[in-house]
């Protein structure tokens, strides 16, 4: 057996104004052949992929194509989505003959001139391996998965957790049902319904019992435990993109044609219980001013609380700019008992406060330096208190033993309000990051993080109190608020008087 791997991962976000370019992807690291093997055998999808064919029975030589990945940002710019696709699809046109494909895509990649890059590529893969070759991708929970996908892959396997905590397991599902049809000759059908809506992140909580998406999970889990399902899932979309065939998508993946009845069934019917459940997802914001008063009066009343805000509006996990300003400038209204940290990406203010070195001091000008739509700049007297590498192993939401590398960074204080600036956008929720700082993020009086809910994987448990403020940003939770011009229509909330038959 010769299996090709390969991967293309980046959710775009086309509110934010700054393409991505094949510089963000050299920055994130590219991988081909034998190296992309080594490197991610112990890490997210392709480490799922890799475990479970080196435990396969027959011996399989496993074929690395290319590994593409790019912090969520803007959309892909035309050159850059050019070189992508012609690479990976050199790479398995030097592959030569291969039993399958397994690719780790993210479902949300959009570029300049294409909405649906992981559809174009599926097609260009199919059209190149021939009907009868398998292909098998897995895609994030907020995919935008459309019928190009569904007809080009043989499955299409997504993650069923929001906070991702199962991003490898993700992968070895896929591997599995990858292994199903090689060895027990499973005849995939895919069950696909799109659905007339998209939602919030915020309350997609699959970790909690309380939400709707929980149960969701667990019936999806239930459906996978019969052996003939080779995969079951709901994408719930990322909402930040203005394309056409924009919505969310449920997909049953059934083995042989005696049971496609109940994938068409199971499909249909959790499909309905998504759009009756549709206002589950709307989350409970509170004005940034607000919610920096909560935390204050938390820390009054007991010093070692720690409430965590979340900037969902600038999360640089849902692809916004990351130099969002507004809940500065209300922590540094307070005096806080414990530190209060908050992050940026401004690659100027790291070269400056590196320039001026540690220890010193100046009236600083600080943000709104990528998106200046939204963002305002804050001028701050601040203290640079370290510079360092933000480089390190993320595990947890997005990632398990992922390397991080956001560039030369610094932490500004003013007061006991610290602000890590890094160079590039990446995980500003991460405990690994702070820690990375200097900082200890659960002794915090209030940490600030740009996610709208991946970031409770590490702070449910430590938090006295969450809240999600409302802010201005490329990622905000009421984004139906903004006049998309290109989704389809009618789709909710958009139209909140749809109905879905
Ligand atoms: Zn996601």
Request: some cysteine.
């Amino acid at each position: 057996m010769r299996i090709a791997i390969g991967q293309l991962w980046q959710e775009s976000n086309t509110l934010n104004p700054l393409p991505t370019t094949l510089r963000d992807f050299e920055a994130f690291g590219i991988y081909q052949g034998g190296e992309l093997i080594t490197r991610f055998a112990e890490t997210n999808e392709l480490g799922g992929f890799i475990q479970s064919l080196h435990a396969w029975p027959t011996p399989t030589e496993i074929v690395g194509l290319m590994r593409f990945a790019a912090w969520p940002s803007g959309p892909v710019d035309a050159a850059t989505f050019a070189i992508l696709i012609d690479r990976m699809m050199d790479a398995l046109a030097k592959a030569g003959r291969i039993d399958a494909v397994l690719l780790a895509l993210h479902g949300s990649l959009v570029a300049e001139c294409e909405p649906d890059v992981e559809g174009h590529l599926l097609q260009r893969v199919r059209e190149h391996v021939g009907p009868t070759i398998p292909i098998v991708a897995t895609l994030d929970l907020h995919a935008n998965v459309t019928q190009r996908m569904v007809d080009s892959a043989d499955v299409l396997t997504l993650y069923h957790t929001a906070p991702h905590i199962d991003v490898m397991g993700t992968g070895r599902r896929g591997a599995g049902a990858l292994r199903r049809i090689l060895f027990e000759d499973a005849k995939p059908i895919m069950a696909f319904r799109k659905l007339p809506m998209v939602v919030p992140a915020e309350r997609a909580n699959t970790q909690d019992p309380t939400s709707f998406s929980y149960g969701v999970r667990k019936t999806l889990e239930g459906w996978e435990r019969n052996r003939h399902v080779l995969g079951a899932g709901l994408a719930t979309v990322q909402p930040w993109l203005d394309i056409p065939d924009l919505g969310s998508s449920v997909l049953v993946v059934v083995d042989g044609e005696s049971w496609r009845g109940w994938g068409d069934q199971a499909c249909a019917s959790l499909a309905t219980e998504v759009w009756t459940h549709r206002r589950d997802y709307l989350p409970d914001l509170v004005d940034a001013s607000d919610a920096v008063h909560v935390a204050h009066k938390n820390a009054k009343a007991e010093p070692s609380a720690l409430t965590v805000i979340s900037d969902s509006a600038d999360a640089t996990t849902s692809g916004s700019t990351g130099d969002s300003t507004v809940l500065l400038s209300e922590l540094v209204k307070y005096d806080w008992p414990r530190p209060a940290i908050v992050t940026l990406v401004g690659p100027e203010t790291v070269a400056e406060a590196e320039r001026r070195g540690i220890g010193a001091e100046w009236t600083a000008t600080l943000g709104a330096t990528r998106n200046r739509r939204d963002f305002l700049p804050i001028t701050l007297p601040v203290r640079v208190t370290n510079i360092f590498d933000a480089r390190f192993i993320l595990s947890g939401h997005l990632a398990e033993k992922l390397p991080i590398d956001m560039g030369r960074s610094a932490v500004l204080t003013q007061k006991n309000v610290h602000i890590v600036v890094t160079s590039r956008s990446g995980p500003h929720f991460a405990p690994q990051l702070f820690q990375t700082a200097g900082l200890d993020p659960f002794a915090a009086s209030v940490l600030i993080a740009k996610s709208p809910c991946g970031f409770r994987a590490a702070y449910a448990d430590r938090a006295k109190q969450i809240l999600v403020a409302r802010a201005p940003g490329c990622a905000p939770s009421d984004f139906w608020r903004i006049p998309f011009q290109r989704i389809p229509r009618p789709l909710w909330p958009w139209d909140d008087a749809l109905v879905y038959a």
